[in-house]
């Protein structure tokens, strides 16, 4: 029986190879064509850097490319804190007075259509006579992504064991340094996991972005939309492959920061 529970079918494995071609093959195909030497984006011209050298020769480009990585650190940090904040208060809190009405506000970003949230910023920002630029951006993006992270850290937060915080205050920790000293390495990798979706997120927003943004202050998305509208240029595959690099890179050191916190976590349990 266990051996036929454990067997993978061809059908099974089928499945997964179209799902995962489905998924990845488009995102191959554009790093491949990225060091496509052709100007025609569908014509294969020999394997070339020319198109990443006209990158980081197109001033206006990085200039959006640096404002994009700098709204998204700041908002995905911020968000971050208020997130993990949010989180603590919902699951150690008691059944506090509005609770129900903070938790449906606070999630409400996550199903609201992105064109509302952006309108409402947008008149919120004219209302009080707000310069748009990079603050209406960044607290704009902070908005959108803080409801992610508190529900990343929620779910972790409530899971974890609250014996090990209990027992760290019989030890003489008051509660502040024991969360400092046992919970906040223990949810480590879910404060992790969420900034790095808070910056993904950032990173990739266009609309929120077009409803906040100001001269001067264009996000890379909406410079490619605006290029795209106009035809791909080879160049745009090469932005998005070094996006697709810098996500990545993202992903490994939260990976990493995850094992080495659970470790040290793990390793100072006992005490």
């Known amino acids: 029986m266990a051996r036929r529970v454990g067997r993978i079918s061809p059908f099974n494995i089928t499945a997964l190879a179209l799902g995962m071609a489905f998924l990845y093959l488009p995102i191959v195909i554009l790093v491949i064509y990225s060091f496509n030497a052709s100007r025609l984006v569908t014509v294969w011209g020999g394997w070339s850097l020319r ?3 006209e990158f980081f020769n197109d001033r206006a480009m990085l200039d959006a490319a640096w404002m994009s990585l700098r709204v998204a650190a700041v908002s995905a940090t911020i968000a971050t804190l208020l997130g993990t904040l949010a989180a603590v208060g919902l699951v150690r809190g008691e059944r506090f007075r509005g609770r129900t009405l903070f938790s449906g506000m606070l999630y409400a970003p996550l199903v609201m259509p992105e064109v509302i949230s952006g309108l409402s910023l947008l008149l919120l920002f004219v209302a009080l006579n ?8 960044t607290i704009a993006h902070t ?3 803080m409801c992610f992270v508190t529900v990343v850290v929620q779910s972790r937060l409530a899971s974890l064991d609250r014996s090990l915080e209990e027992a760290a205050m019989d030890l003489g920790c008051d509660p502040v340094q024991a969360f400092v000293r046992v919970t906040l390495p223990l949810i480590l990798p879910a404060i992790a996991a969420g900034w790095m979706l808070a910056f ?6 266009v609309v929120i972005a077009s409803f ?12 490619i939309y605006s290029e795209v509208r106009l035809g791909v240029k080879p160049e745009i595959n ?3 492959t070094m996006v697709i690099a810098l996500i990545a890179v993202l992903i490994v050191i939260a990976s990493l920061a995850a094992k080495l916190s659970s470790s040290e976590a793990k390793s100072a349990a006992p005490l």
């Open 143 to 145: 908005t959108l992504t």
């Open 212 to 223: 906040t943004t100001g001269p001067g202050s264009a996000t890379l998305p909406i410079r």
């Open 238 to 240: 090469a932005i998005c």
């Open 200 to 205: 993904t997120l950032s990173l990739d927003d």
């Open 130 to 137: 707000a310069e748009r630029g990079f603050w209406t951006v």
């Open 51 to 53: 198109w990443y050298h």
